[in-house]
């Protein structure tokens, strides 16, 4: 295939600047053994195309431009990539422009690094008092070493949902009813603490594990309606003890203060008087002391 010169040579210095700037990017990577690669196949490309620029030698840059770009690989900010070259783990490409080695000797294993998360199905777990319940939960996780996440676990999401089944199961399960109902922060402290440890080989940070929804059987709900309202009617009951004692007390205060004074006796009684005016009664009854009539009686002698 021939082509015009200057076609030709524009072609061979397209594919020869792409090729520079991918053994440039392999240099600021720090991939030596990359650079070093493509060096070695753009020389055994580039000079042949040179010689013969116009008697199709421009294929040849073609061909180098398409091997350059596809070892182009472009990491998001929220990804990394764990490189494997010839089957073992070599390193973990940071966001950016990476060049990889080209033909299939580098394999890339993306991993997103985001916080993930899990809603775990209903469980039904039986408490330590006998009694079934249903349980769910969310779980939310993140890699924090991606190299773990690839090389220790086929499918750390996966699993994670699994292990947190297991753990909300076998947690839940030492604890009666009052417990799980009333310690709900505890039970959640402890339940990521245990879900993080045992996901930790895997390269995976649990960040936060939450108890979503508590459902009980319906003969529990009406024993617990009932129990609630009898712990009300108690304390009702209590309260208006309390407040009878307390009155009987002040009774007894008032009644020893009017004993040793008998003249705030008849300024009740006036008060009462007073009290009872206030009233549109038609009729009014006030007590008179048995203690007066000795006067009268006294007075007739």
Do not use: C
Not at 9 to 24: D, H, S
Not at 132 to 147: L, Q
Not at 169 to 178: K, T
């Amino acid at each position: 295939m021939v082509v015009p010169y200057d076609v030709g040579l524009a072609i061979v210095g397209l594919g020869t600047l792409i090729w520079f700037v991918g053994i440039i990017v392999a240099l600021n990577r720090k991939e030596t053994a990359t650079a070093i690669t493509h060096a070695a196949i753009g020389l055994l490309i580039l000079v042949p195309s040179f010689i013969f620029v116009t008697a199709g030698g421009f294929i040849g840059a073609v061909v180098l431009a398409m091997i350059v770009l596809s070892s182009v690989r472009v990491i998001s900010e929220y990804t990394r990539g764990v490189v494997f070259r010839f089957g073992r783990m070599h390193g973990v490409l940071s966001p950016g422009i990476s060049v990889i080695m080209p033909f299939g000797v580098d394999q890339v294993k993306m991993v997103d690094i985001r916080t993930f998360t899990i809603d775990v199905p209903k469980q039904e777990i039986i408490t330590k008092d006998n009694i079934p319940v249903m349980v769910d939960a969310v779980v939310y996780f993140n890699v924090f070493d991606p190299v773990l996440a690839v090389v220790k676990v086929a499918n750390y999401v996966q699993s994670t949902s699994l292990l947190g089944q297991t753990i909300l199961r076998s947690v839940l399960g030492q604890h009666e009813l009052d417990e799980i109902l009333s310690k709900r922060q505890e039970l959640n402290s402890l339940l990521r603490r245990l879900l993080d440890e045992a996901t930790d080989p895997w390269g995976v940070k649990v960040s936060l594990v939450e108890i979503k929804s508590i459902e009980l059987p319906d003969t529990m709900k009406r024993a617990m309606a009932r129990q609630a309202e009898a712990e009300r009617e108690r304390r009702g009951k209590i309260i208006a003890a309390e407040g009878e004692l307390q009155a009987s007390q002040k009774l007894a205060e008032a009644a020893q203060i009017m004993s040793s004074q008998p003249l705030t006796i008849q300024l009740r009684f006036l008060q009462t008087l007073t009290e009872i005016a206030a009233e549109q009664n038609s009729t009014v009854v006030f007590p008179v002391p048995i203690e007066l009539l000795k006067y009268f009686g006294g007075g007739s002698k």
